[in-house]
């Protein structure tokens, strides 16, 4: 009975230090955050946001001569 009040007050102590040592162990603590952070954030998220607007152009570029078909033509096939 001796051992096991003992197991529980050493969790109990154990539980309120963790407290302190989980809070000073947050992200940014192993984040290393530079002047050159932003600018590696934009490079890296302009593509994602220059692609598509490309990819658009090129496709409205590409069937800009073509008509489209009425429903007569449609169903004369």
């Known amino acids: ?3 096991l ?3 529980v007050l050493f969790l109990l ?13 947050d992200s940014y603590r192993w984040l290393h955050v ?7 954030i934009f490079l890296f998220l302009l593509p994602m946001v220059l692609l598509p607007a490309i990819l658009m152009a090129i496709l409205y570029w590409r069937f800009s001569g073509k ?3 009425s429903p007569e033509e449609i169903e004369n096939k």
């Open 1 to 3: 009975m001796n051992h």
């Open 5 to 7: 009040k003992l197991n």
């Open 13 to 25: 102590f154990a539980v309120f230090l963790s407290n302190n040592v989980m809070a000073a162990t």
């Open 34 to 40: 530079t002047i050159d952070t932003p600018w590696a």
């Open 67 to 69: 008509k489209t078909k």
